[in-house]
């Protein structure tokens, strides 16, 4: 059992930045890909980041791109996401998963997520 909670999000204008973390309970954290989703009003989740277990794989959407950047800290059991350059249009809920599969490229945005945490507010003015 995996316990996620997300948090650093809030408000900003449009070309800032902001740095989302999950920090996640279990001594299992190591061994499960982590990604990030979001999910705007009307919309349908979607895949934003992921990264595997070691870190040493990523898989960007093609809006994230060039933007944001994925990492995770496997002592903190904490995964992150850097978003910089933020449009009105990345305005969502982001959460944050945990899978239990293996992952490489955009494999990562397709298997199944175990784990999800409640996610954080994320809103870009114009």
């Known amino acids: 059992q995996v316990q996620l909670v997300e948090s650093g999000g809030g408000l900003v204008q449009s070309g800032g930045s902001l740095r989302l973390s999950c920090a996640a309970s279990g001594r299992t954290f190591s061994t499960y890909s982590m990604g990030w989703f979001r999910q705007a009003p009307g919309k349908e989740r979607e895949s934003v980041a992921a990264v595997s277990w070691t870190g040493s794989r990523t898989y960007y959407s093609d809006s994230a791109k060039g933007r944001f950047t994925i990492s995770r800290d496997n002592a903190k059991n904490t995964v992150y996401l850097q978003m910089n350059s933020l449009k009105p249009e990345d305005t969502a809920v982001y959460y944050c998963?945990?899978?239990?599969?293996?992952?490489?490229?955009?494999?990562?945005?397709?298997?199944?997520?175990?784990?999800w945490g409640q996610g954080t507010q994320v809103t870009v003015s114009s």
């Open positions: 998963a945990a899978s239990s599969y293996a992952c490489s490229g955009y494999t990562c945005s397709t298997i199944r997520y175990d784990y």
